[in-house]
């Protein structure tokens, strides 16, 4: 028996029927569209952004740039340091230095430690001036420089500063010795006064130029008697 809907939607067959009836259906392909990944990244940013959650994006940049060395950092240079520590204990020309690089590139760390070394030294003689060495190395450097700039020499005081402090190696020379020879005073004190006019000699070579003509005198002069009163922080003398 079968019945045939007016509408023509559906149709009923008897269940004797339906049994030789096969088949299959069909499902049609969905596809949701939800946008490229793109799309996606740009509304999430836009939407992070405007509720101030921006911050949340940010993406630290590693540093490019290598990691320096210490020495190289402090701008530090060991070989340049021990070529001026030659010029200074070497200070003749004939050998060949070229010491006006003391003068035309100074530096900092080199004349500190030479002070530094010989303060260390001068704590067997008096242990008190210690600290006075280094106020002494600074403020005798200015005495110098002023008198230079007011003489009409061309330096500056960093150029001063490391002269005078590189030129405190003859003294620290001659340190052993004065503890060996100590017992003999004529001696002794013939080896104190190479030592000064062997550091003064340095750094007045370096810092009294041409340039000062006929007044050269009156800046040698302060020069040696600055290393006299290193000396005798050393000695006590």
Do not use: H
């Not at 149709?11 to 096969?22: D, R």
């Not at 940010?58 to 540093?63: G, K, L, N, Y």
């Not at 002494?136 to 500056?156: C, M, N, P, Y």
């Not at 004190?189 to 340039?211: P, Q, R």
């Amino acid at each position: 028996m079968q019945f045939s809907p007016t509408n023509g939607d559906f149709t009923f067959v008897s269940s004797t029927e339906a049994e030789e009836l096969s088949g299959t259906i069909d499902a049609p392909d969905i596809k949701l569209n939800l946008g490229s990944d793109n799309a996606k990244d740009a509304y999430a940013t836009t939407f992070l952004r405007q509720r101030g959650y921006g911050w949340l994006l940010e993406v630290e940049e590693e540093d490019s740039e290598e990691t320096k060395p210490l020495l190289e950092e402090l701008d530090i240079d060991l070989k340049d340091i021990y070529y001026k520590i030659r010029c200074v204990l070497m200070p003749m020309p004939s050998l060949g230095f070229n010491r006006q690089v003391v003068r035309d590139n100074p530096d900092f760390w080199g004349p500190l430690a030479v002070v530094l070394l010989f303060s260390m030294i001068s704590i067997y003689g008096q242990f008190r001036v210690v600290s006075w060495i280094i106020t002494i190395w600074v403020f005798g450097s200015l005495t110098i420089f002023l008198l230079a700039r007011v003489l009409g020499g061309e330096v500056s005081y960093g150029q001063v500063l490391g002269v005078i402090g590189y030129s405190l190696l003859p003294l620290i020379v001659i340190a052993p010795l004065l503890l060996i020879i100590g017992g003999f005073d004529i001696v002794s004190t013939v080896v104190k006064l190479f030592g000064v006019f062997w550091a003064a000699y340095s750094a007045a070579s370096l810092l009294v130029g041409d340039e000062f003509k006929t007044k050269k005198p009156l800046l040698i002069y302060p020069i040696f008697l600055l290393y006299i009163y290193f000396l005798s922080l050393y000695t006590g003398v």
